[in-house]
């Protein structure tokens, strides 16, 4: 059987890393929701073809030709640079967030069509964001979504112990909420008020547009992506750098 030579796919650059001098190797979440890696060379050049269509959160087209390990990129066509990240600081920490758990939640050879649109609408809902508290509730909202599509999904109607309804401390190694009596017993458990209860739970059920038009204190946003990081980090078992710095800053 002949090998295929080349193939076309479309992708969102979600890493990038170094090879010699003028290369970079793009790790890309493609349409199709399988993870893509591929050298470009020549990506680092100044002025070259490739430069300002390799760079993070960029939608691209590109015609990868087959190579001895990784596919190389033989032509790519920008189709949504998300302009609106580029030289802010709190922007670009959030869409960060957002491509480093797409990047652990995408896998090579594993199609999953919910996962590219998703994605594509939480950088685009970072340059809409009208604030920091949005952009927090928006990278929270799409570590939820992403993580429940995968199989993580928080118990948030009643107490994971006991099944009591009367819930008030959220635990990540529980695997949700808990009623005041069981969370005694569980290290780590955090007391949350109702408001910040639902906020969770609108979190999952809830549209990025919803979201955005929602009035949310930067303290509230603040326990969202706290939550969110340690209900990934414990999870996906990785460490989240991209998730600290957003916490740090």
Same mark, same amino acid.
């Given at each position: ?5 080349s193939?076309?796919?479309r992708?969102?650059v979600?890493?990038k890393?170094? &090879? ?5 190797? &793009?790790?890309m979440l ?8 591929a ?5 680092r ?6 430069a ?5 959160f ?8 087959h190579?001895?390990?990784l ?5 790519a066509?920008?189709l ?5 990240l580029?030289g802010?600081l ?13 990047r652990l ?7 999953d069509?919910?996962?590219h ?10 340059e ?11 990278v ?5 979504k992403?993580?429940?599509?995968g199989g993580?999904?928080?118990e948030l ?5 006991c ?7 959220f635990?990540?190694a529980a695997?949700g909420?808990?009623?005041s009596s ?8 955090e ?10 739970r609108?979190? &999952?059920?809830?549209?990025?547009d ?14 969202l992506?706290?939550?969110?990081h ?15 710095f957003m916490?740090?800053?």
């Amino acid at each position: 059987m002949a090998t295929r030579r080349s193939r076309r796919v479309r992708c969102i650059v979600l890493d990038k890393t170094k &090879l010699g001098e003028q290369d970079l190797i &793009l790790t890309m979440l493609s349409q199709s929701g399988e993870r893509v890696s591929a050298v470009a060379r020549g990506a680092r050049k100044p002025g070259g073809r490739l430069a300002s269509r390799c760079d993070l959160f960029c939608e691209i087209d590109l015609l990868l030709a087959h190579g001895r390990g990784l596919e190389i990129v033989a032509e790519a066509s920008l189709l949504d640079g998300h302009v609106g990240l580029r030289g802010d600081l709190a922007r670009v920490s959030a869409a960060s967030a957002v491509c480093e758990v797409a990047r652990l939640t995408c896998f090579e050879e594993a199609e999953d069509p919910y996962l590219h649109p998703i994605c594509s609408r939480a950088l685009r809902a970072c340059e809409e964001a009208e604030d920091q508290a949005r952009l927090d509730v928006v990278v929270s909202a799409y570590v939820f979504k992403v993580l429940a599509h995968g199989g993580w999904k928080p118990e948030l109607s009643r107490c994971v112990a006991c099944g009591d309804e009367d819930v008030s401390h959220f635990s990540a190694a529980a695997g949700g909420v808990l009623c005041s009596s069981c969370a005694r017993n569980v290290p780590g458990a955090e007391e949350m008020g109702r408001g910040d209860l639902e906020m969770v739970r609108a979190l &999952l059920s809830s549209t990025f547009d919803s979201l955005l038009a929602r009035e949310v204190s930067l303290r509230s946003s603040t326990m969202l992506v706290g939550l969110a990081h340690v209900w990934a980090a414990t999870h996906l078992d990785a460490r989240l750098r991209a998730l600290e710095f957003m916490l740090s800053v």
